[in-house]
């Protein structure tokens, strides 16, 4: 049999426009490739006419295309879900942790040479600042990085403490029968273990104070904790290998940020988390949630991409996006059966202010309205055959 590298899906949306799904990859063809590829619009058409599947393959250095029954798809799918299992298998048992040959996991989506940098960073101890906004996966990239690794994150959120001190260095206590003795913070602990992978967690939104105390730590040449600020007190070295990843939300967005101290800045290399793209985030959302109806799917990637865009245009008239975060939150609804309107009123709305005729949340409505209401009307229409 012939090895498909896609099965595409097709279908009409309600406004008649073609759309297509490479199933076998979990990945829809998005419009703009259906615009500068008629010819592959006209075999996905007649797919849908022939209730098949067109399948391509790699002839030469070219596409060889092929229309595949409903049951030729099933069978290709499951065999080649058994096939490809082993191969994955041997994926998983890491020889060697070689930042060389590092690739994203499958469900973490990063582009290849962040995530190659990323880990090499670890490997190598160095520090690192990942950067973006909110819910584009900077928390989640560490831990998959250091898991990658098998590396233990040591995790202190310094945007939730308002004593870096006793968070960082620790407290003095008082005993009746001792006197006065000093009690070590975890982070003490973690930065004298080998290899640890030390996660500084929202570091934008810390205290200046805790900037004070990590300058030394984060020096590559001086690394170690002064626990006090007088000149001659103890001093704790760093581990070898221990690298500190940073996470923090730049941009003018974020309120609480603080502007980051350029001297601390200057320890990190800067890793700037991207957002996903819509074709990314369906495949994400299709791996977490198999069971969501594929066109409801497109449907919520096709919303939080326009309104992405938006906000990346000269002059936007929203000042807020909707994060990977916030979808995974929709789409979890839409699994336990609200419909893509209710979980938009729910989840989607409240993000944009309301305040008048021109306000952000009337263009995301229209916005939204534009690809649920026809459904409504539609929906209107059923009930009155009934
Ligand atoms: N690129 C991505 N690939 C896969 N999942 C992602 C990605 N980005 C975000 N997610 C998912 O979105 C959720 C939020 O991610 P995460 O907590 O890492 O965001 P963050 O950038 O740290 O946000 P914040 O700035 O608010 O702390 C997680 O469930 C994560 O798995
Ligand atoms: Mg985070």
Redesign the pocket.
């Known amino acids: 049999m012939k090895e498909f590298v896609q099965i595409i899906k097709g279908h009409y949306d309600d406004n008649g426009v073609v759309k297509a799904i490479d199933i076998l990859n979990d990945k829809p063809l998005t419009a703009d490739y259906m615009k500068t590829r008629p010819d592959i619009k006209q075999r996905v058409e007649k797919a849908i006419n022939t209730k098949t599947y067109l399948a391509t393959y790699q002839r030469g250095t070219r596409l060889g295309f092929k229309w595949i029954t409903q049951e030729e798809q099933t069978n290709y799918m499951d065999g080649a879900l058994n096939d490809k299992s082993p191969v994955e298998g041997t994926k998983v048992t890491k020889l060697v942790s070689d930042f060389k040959h590092a690739t994203p996991p499958k ?4 582009d290849k040479l962040k995530w190659k940098f990323l880990v090499r960073n670890i490997e190598k101890g160095k520090n690192i600042m990942m950067t ?10 560490t831990f998959k990085a250091a898991n990658y690794l098998e590396r233990e994150v040591h995790y202190f959120n310094l945007g939730a403490t308002q004593d870096p001190r006793s968070t960082l260095i620790g407290n003095t206590h008082y005993n009746k029968d001792s006197g006065t003795y000093f009690s070590e913070s975890l982070f003490v602990n973690a930065i004298q273990q080998e290899n640890a992978v030390i996660l500084l ?2 570091l934008s939104r810390a205290h200046p104070e805790a900037w004070n105390i990590l300058m030394t730590v984060l020096d590559p040449i001086q690394r170690y904790l002064r626990l006090d600020e007088k000149d001659d007190s103890p001093t704790i070295k760093v581990a070898d290998g221990v690298s500190f990843i940073a ?1 923090a ?1 730049i941009g003018m967005e974020y309120t609480a940020t603080r502007v980051i101290d350029r001297a601390i800045l200057d320890r990190f290399s800067l890793i700037e ?1 991207d957002v ?1 793209s819509e074709d990314d985030e369906y495949t ?1 959302l299709k791996g977490k949630f198999p069971t969501i109806d594929e066109n409801q799917l497109l449907q919520l990637c096709s919303i939080v991409g326009d309104i992405r865009k938006e906000i990346n245009t000269d002059s936007p008239r929203i000042s807020t996006m909707i ?3 916030n979808t ?1 939150e929709i789409a979890e609804l839409i699994m336990d059966g609200f419909s893509i309107h209710d979980a938009s009123e729910l989840l989607i709305y409240p993000l944009f202010p309301n305040d008048g005729n021109d306000s952000e949340r009337v263009f995301v409505k229209q916005l939204i309205q534009k690809y649920v209401g026809n459904k409504n009307k539609k929906q209107l229409f059923d009930t009155e055959n009934i």
Do not use: Q, V, W, Y
């Not at 973006?132 to 990239?141: I, R």
């Open positions: 469900d973490f989506f990063i973006g906004p909110s819910g584009c996966g900077k928390t989640d990239a967690d929202e996470t939300n988390m996903l994400l994060s990977t975060r995974i």
